[in-house]
């Protein structure tokens, strides 16, 4: 499978509970993190609910 490499933009202070559970569950731990994942459909749903913290680069 693809790779992607995700990297945290932007903070999650004052964001929804669930945003701040969805970077954590991702393996995100602080601003400009970044980790790699397969690009499952679990993986893009979870990117795609934090879209707006995140940046997304395929390996």
């Known amino acids: 499978m693809k790779k992607i490499k ?3 933009i932007r903070s999650g202070i004052g964001r929804p ?3 701040k559970r969805t970077l ?3 393996g995100i ?3 400009h ?3 790699e994942h ?3 459909p679990q993986i893009l749903g979870m990117v795609e609910k934090v879209r ?3 940046s ?3 390996i």
Request: hydrophobic share 40%; no cysteine; net charge negative.
């Open 6 to 8: 995700i990297t945290q």
């Open 17 to 19: 509970a669930r945003q």
């Open 24 to 26: 954590e569950a991702l």
């Open 29 to 31: 731990k602080k601003m």
């Open 33 to 35: 993190h970044t980790v």
């Open 38 to 40: 397969e690009a499952t």
């Open 52 to 54: 707006h913290l995140v």
């Open 56 to 58: 997304v680069e395929e």
